[in-house]
Each structure stands twice: as C-alpha cells, then as structure tokens.
C-alpha cells in the first residue's frame, strides 16, 4: 500500500480543489475537520453528525440529539415526542389524547360568538319557526338577542366531536332587547336538530328538568344562559339514539343598580 505525504491538496491548475473519483474513506477513529463547511449537493450517509450548526435542504434521520434550539422556518411534522413548547400555533389534525397527568392551558380565552338565526321548518312538527343554529367549531359559548322578535323554536347544534362517551356542553346566553321570551309563552321547545362532525344531521328531543320546554325570563333587559349537554355513547355516529342531550337554565340575572 503506497502512502503520500502532504501539508495542502490543490488542483492540477492551482485554483481549485481536487476530484476524488472513487471517493474516500476515512478509517475508524478518524475526522474531517477544519473551520470551512462541508457541502454536498447530492445524498450523504453518516452514522452520527456532531455539529455546532447545519443546515439541511432535506434530511432524513433516524435519531437525532439537539442540547441547543431547533428553528424552522417551515412546517416541523413530528410524531410520539415526549414535550412540546410552542410560542406559536400547535395543530393537531386527529385530535389530543392526555393518558396520564394533568392538562393545564394558561391565558386560554375564549370568544363568545353570536349564533346564527333563521327561520325555517321544525324537522318534527313542520310549522315555520326561529332556528339558531350553534356551530361548534366556531366555539362552545354563544349569543343570542331575542330582540327584533327573534323568537327562537329550535336549536341546532353543528361539528361537535363524535368522541366515545363523552360528554360535549354548548351554552347561550339569551339576552332581550324589548322582548322577554324566545317564543311567546313555552321558551325553548325540546326539538333539537344535531350535526355531529363528519355525520349528517338528525333531529333529537332534548331532556329537561320538566316540562316540555325551557321557560325563559318574560321581562324584558335580563338574560338567560341556557347549556345544552351532549352525551354520544361510542357507538354508530350516525343513530340517533346513540345521543342523549339535555338542557339546563342557568338563573334569570338582572343588572341590580345601588
């Protein structure tokens, strides 16, 4: 085996460096190293990379230890990691499983949004009413102004979770601009139209503590908060009865000047 003995490695021309036409191979033990970076247009192999800093066009790893911070500037899709701390947006497409532990989220506020109202068909007694339909996606807290004889005869609920026993809330708080009552003596009837996420909608009576409705308050300037509870047992998404919901009255609030 011949050896050569060398300081510097420069071109024939004395410009540039030198083509390695078979490659090269670095025994066992031994490094590259020098204050330069090393670029390679096409794929390269290594059994560890020990390196201060790195940039990748594409890289594919299979383990990698990171005792500094990580940036991207684009999107880092990663599965089974053990911490995440994000100072931005964290999307989970299929959801959030907590199997062990607490779940703490600090500064979390959510906006209250104003339901959507129509008038159409009640799906079970065909008569023309107020429907306000509370799209889940949008938020689990909503509004509604009962003024303008915005009487309200059913509740459609839209894009809540069809997870296995659970149990799913949305709440309104009625408020009255000239008017006391969603519909002129009952309130709410218990005909309840659900859309579940990724399931065609189906109408459903709702549970109350009695009666066949939700009376709200018949004076006019106080607000009623109203919560429905969804109960979806885990079996078909699409059976009604798979579905329980129930609806509670929160107290008639009223501003109390001193």
Do not use: C, W
């Not at 998404?237 to 579905?243: R, S």
């Amino acid at each position: 085996m011949s050896e050569i003995r060398v300081n510097k490695l420069i071109n024939e021309a004395g410009t540039g460096s030198v083509e390695l036409t078979q490659g090269a191979t670095l025994p066992s033990g031994k490094t590259v190293s020098g204050a330069g970076n090393l670029n390679l247009t096409g794929v390269g192999t290594f059994g560890s990379v020990s390196a201060a800093t790195g940039s990748f066009t594409t890289g594919s790893f299979t383990t990698g230890s990171f005792t500094g911070n990580v940036s991207v500037g684009g999107t880092l899709t990663y599965e089974d990691v053990k911490n995440i701390d994000s100072v931005g947006l964290i999307t989970a497409r299929s959801g959030i499983s907590v199997t062990g532990g607490n779940t703490s989220i600090k500064g979390a506020v959510e906006a209250v949004t104003t339901g959507v109202y129509a008038t159409g068909a009640d799906p079970v007694s065909g008569i023309t009413t107020g429907i306000l339909t509370l799209d889940t996606e949008l938020g689990t807290v909503f509004t509604h102004d009962v003024g303008s004889n915005q009487a309200v005869g059913v509740v459609s609920i839209t894009n809540f979770p069809v997870t296995a026993n659970s149990f799913h809330t949305v709440s309104v708080i009625f408020t009255s601009s000239g008017y006391g009552n969603t519909t002129t003596a009952t309130g709410i009837g218990t005909n309840v139209t659900l859309t579940p996420s990724g399931v065609s909608g189906f109408s459903t009576e709702s549970r109350v503590g009695a009666g066949d409705s939700i009376s709200l308050t018949t004076t006019s300037g106080r607000d009623d908060i109203v919560t429905f509870g969804i109960h979806y047992n885990g079996s078909g998404t699409g059976t009604p009865g798979n579905y329980k919901t129930y609806v509670t009255k929160n107290g008639d609030f009223r501003l109390i000047r001193g």
